[in-house]
C-alpha cells in the first residue's frame, strides 16, 4: 500500500506558476512510475503528466507541454510537479498518483491515489 499526500495548491492569476508536490509513504521500495492527474467541476478525470521510477522518461498531455515540468526526488520519496504560465483553464484538483505504467494517460491504469489539492487560476 502507498499512501499519498499532495501540497502546494492554490489561488493564481493567469501567467502565475505553482509547484505541487506529492509525498509518498509506506510501500515506496517497489520502484513505482508517478503521475498528476486533475479533475474540473463536471468533467472526467485527465492526465497531466507522468515519471518513470528512475526519472529517465516523461510524459506529458499536449495541453500542458512546454508549461508543466514533473520531477522526482527518490531519496524523500516526493513527485513536484512546476505548472508555469498557468490558465483559467488549468482550474480543477489535481491528484498525484503511484503504481500505473508511466506512459498510461488512463486514470484507470494507476492503482494508488491521494486526496487532491486544488487549483484555481483567475483571469
Known amino acids: 500500500q502507498v499512501h499519498l499526500v499532495e501540497s502546494g495548491g492554490g489561488l493564481v492569476q493567469a501567467g502565475g506558476s505553482l509547484r505541487l508536490s506529492c509525498a509518498a509513504s509506506?510501500?515506496?521500495?517497489?520502484?513505482?512510475?508517478m503521475g498528476w492527474f486533475r479533475q474540473a467541476p463536471g468533467k472526467e478525470r485527465e492526465f497531466v503528466a507522468s515519471?518513470?521510477?528512475?526519472?529517465?522518461?516523461?510524459n506529458y498531455a499536449d495541453s500542458v507541454k512546454g508549461r508543466f515540468s514533473i520531477s522526482r526526488d527518490n531519496a524523500k520519496n516526493t513527485v513536484y510537479l512546476q505548472a508555469n504560465s498557468l490558465k483559467p483553464r488549468d482550474t480543477a484538483v489535481y491528484y498525484c498518483?503511484?503504481?500505473?505504467?508511466?506512459?498510461?494517460?488512463?486514470?484507470?491504469?494507476?492503482?494508488?491515489w491521494g486526496q487532491g489539492t486544488q487549483v484555481t487560476v483567475s483571469s
Open positions: 498518483a503511484a503504481g500505473g505504467p508511466y506512459w498510461s494517460g488512463n486514470y484507470r491504469s494507476w492503482a494508488y
Open positions: 509506506g510501500r515506496t521500495d517497489n520502484n513505482y512510475a
Open positions: 515519471i518513470s521510477w528512475s526519472g529517465g522518461s516523461t
